[in-house]
């Protein structure tokens, strides 16, 4: 549907988007994340045709798009701030496009109401939209923007003003239109969870530039450096430094000792980083039964979650506690009181992923 391709933009010196090439496919919910500054918005609005491109080409349904002007585009965009009219009622603020485009009285107010009802706020269609919640006019500005029926919407930070609560609940709101409409999503967000929550895929930028284009799980377990394993959850970090020796590759991980991992194109000798999800150990007062590798630490401290914790346990050869990651269970906790006290690390090679030191 949107093919993106060797697309950068400078302003005067700043260089806000590098070389970013992406396909988005046909119906897919796509999400641009990353740090303020990291160039989203800016690749957002150069597919919405606001912004040229200094280089790069983009493409939108078979058709190249540098000559076209944003309202010829088959794209509709939601904003961060609730771009709805506060002198208009509901019933208008929808069907502001199709009057626009000359649609029928009739037409507009069937399509409107259809609106209203897949918005859940059937009813509303004469309240004024400054007489709406937060949650609710920005449920008005993407009716607005689906009614047109847009091939692709753009959506920059439609949530961000929300509160948690509520920005949880339009989340599913959103993921279920667009799975019942069919249109391509385009959101940017920073928020890491909302983008594993929605997307069928994410883009990580990263100072202008994309660093992985992956599933929400594929980004969560294999992350292709410490940038994107640090920014998506929580992940423990291992100096480490790679000894292969014939077939055999392991790594000698400060804290965790020596151990198999799979084989690379890394040499003997390279440092490297281990990293391993706070659920990617298990922990036990004993030693683990089995034969996979396994560390005696103490445990220092806990921080509940609410029906999780994260244990964080002191190993020796490394200064930073390691967090290990356990169901906090109601009344029957095993680590309560428990500080302070030896336990014992275990995990499976597959747990570790091993990325380029930095
Ligand atoms: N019109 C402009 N003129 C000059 N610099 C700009 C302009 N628009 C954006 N920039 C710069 O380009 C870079 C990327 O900005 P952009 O708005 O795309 O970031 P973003 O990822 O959307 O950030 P945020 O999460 O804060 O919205 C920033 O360094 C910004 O200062
Ligand atoms: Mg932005």
Same mark, same amino acid.
């Given at each position: 549907?949107?093919?993106?391709?060797?697309?950068?933009?400078?302003?005067?010196?700043? +260089?806000?988007?590098?070389?970013?090439?992406?396909?988005?496919?046909?119906?897919?919910?796509?999400?641009?994340?990353? @740090?303020?500054?990291?160039?989203?918005?800016?690749?957002?609005?150069?597919?919405?045709?606001? #912004?040229?491109?200094?280089?790069?080409?983009?493409?939108?349904?078979?058709?190249?798009? +540098?000559?076209?002007?944003?309202?010829?585009?088959?794209?509709?965009?939601?904003?961060?701030?609730?771009?709805?009219?506060?002198?208009?009622?509901?019933?208008?603020?929808?069907?502001?496009?199709?009057?626009?485009?000359?649609?029928?009285?009739?037409?507009?107010?069937?399509?409107?109401?259809?609106?209203? #009802?897949?918005?859940?706020?059937?009813?509303?269609?004469?309240?004024?939209?400054?007489?709406?919640?937060?949650?609710?006019?920005?449920?008005?500005?993407?009716?607005?923007?689906?009614?047109?029926?847009?091939?692709?919407?753009?959506?920059?930070?439609?949530?961000?003003?929300?509160?948690?609560?509520?920005?949880?609940?339009?989340?599913?709101?959103?993921?279920?239109? *667009?799975?019942?409409?069919?249109?391509?999503?385009?959101?940017?967000?920073?928020?890491?969870?909302?983008?594993?929550?929605?997307?069928?895929?994410?883009?990580?930028?990263?100072?202008?530039?994309?660093?992985?284009?992956?599933?929400?799980?594929?980004?969560?377990?294999?992350?292709?450096?410490?940038?994107?394993?640090?920014?998506?959850?929580?992940?423990?970090?291992?100096?480490?430094?790679?000894? @292969? *020796?014939?077939?055999?590759?392991?790594?000698?991980?400060?804290?965790?000792?020596?151990?198999?991992?799979?084989?690379?194109?890394?040499?003997?000798?390279?440092?490297?980083?281990? @990293?391993?999800?706070? #659920?990617?150990? $298990?922990?036990?007062?004993?030693?683990?039964?089995?034969?996979?590798?396994?560390?005696?630490?103490?445990?220092? $401290?806990? +921080?509940?979650?609410?029906?999780?914790?994260?244990?964080?346990?002191?190993?020796?050869?490394? $200064?930073?506690?390691?967090?290990?990651?356990?169901?906090?269970?109601?009344?029957?906790?095993?680590?309560?009181?428990?500080?302070?006290?030896?336990?014992?690390?275990?995990?499976?090679?597959?747990?570790?992923?091993?990325?380029?030191?930095?």
């Amino acid at each position: 549907m949107i093919s993106i391709q060797n697309v950068s933009k400078t302003f005067g010196r700043v +260089q806000a988007v590098r070389d970013v090439t992406l396909d988005i496919a046909r119906g897919e919910f796509f999400s641009l994340l990353g @740090a303020s500054g990291s160039g989203k918005t800016t690749l957002l609005r150069m597919l919405a045709g606001f #912004e040229g491109v200094t280089s790069g080409k983009i493409v939108i349904d078979g058709q190249p798009m +540098q000559d076209t002007p944003p309202h010829l585009r088959p794209i509709n965009m939601v904003f961060q701030n609730y771009a709805i009219f506060p002198h208009l009622n509901v019933r208008d603020n929808i069907a502001y496009g199709l009057r626009r485009l000359g649609t029928p009285k009739a037409e507009q107010a069937r399509m409107v109401d259809a609106m209203l #009802e897949m918005i859940a706020l059937p009813g509303y269609g004469d309240r004024l939209a400054t007489q709406l919640s937060g949650g609710q006019m920005q449920r008005v500005a993407l009716a607005r923007a689906l009614i047109l029926k847009p091939k692709v919407l753009l959506l920059d930070e439609p949530l961000g003003a929300l509160d948690k609560q509520l920005r949880e609940q339009m989340q599913l709101e959103l993921r279920s239109l *667009q799975r019942q409409l069919g249109i391509t999503f385009v959101l940017v967000t920073h928020d890491q969870e909302e983008a594993l929550t929605l997307s069928d895929r994410v883009a990580v930028m990263s100072n202008g530039q994309v660093i992985q284009v992956d599933t929400p799980s594929g980004l969560y377990d294999r992350p292709v450096n410490r940038q994107v394993a640090a920014f998506v959850g929580t992940m423990n970090f291992f100096d480490a430094r790679i000894r @292969a *020796q014939g077939p055999d590759t392991s790594a000698e991980i400060a804290g965790l000792g020596r151990h198999p991992v799979a084989p690379s194109a890394r040499r003997d000798g390279d440092r490297v980083l281990v @990293a391993i999800r706070p #659920e990617g150990f $298990a922990l036990s007062p004993q030693p683990p039964e089995g034969p996979g590798p396994r560390v005696a630490g103490r445990l220092m $401290a806990r +921080q509940y979650l609410g029906g999780r914790q994260l244990l964080h346990v002191a190993v020796e050869g490394r $200064a930073a506690p390691v967090a290990v990651a356990a169901v906090a269970h109601r009344g029957q906790d095993p680590w309560e009181g428990m500080e302070d006290n030896p336990v014992w690390l275990g995990w499976s090679r597959d747990a570790m992923t091993v990325l380029d030191a930095d």
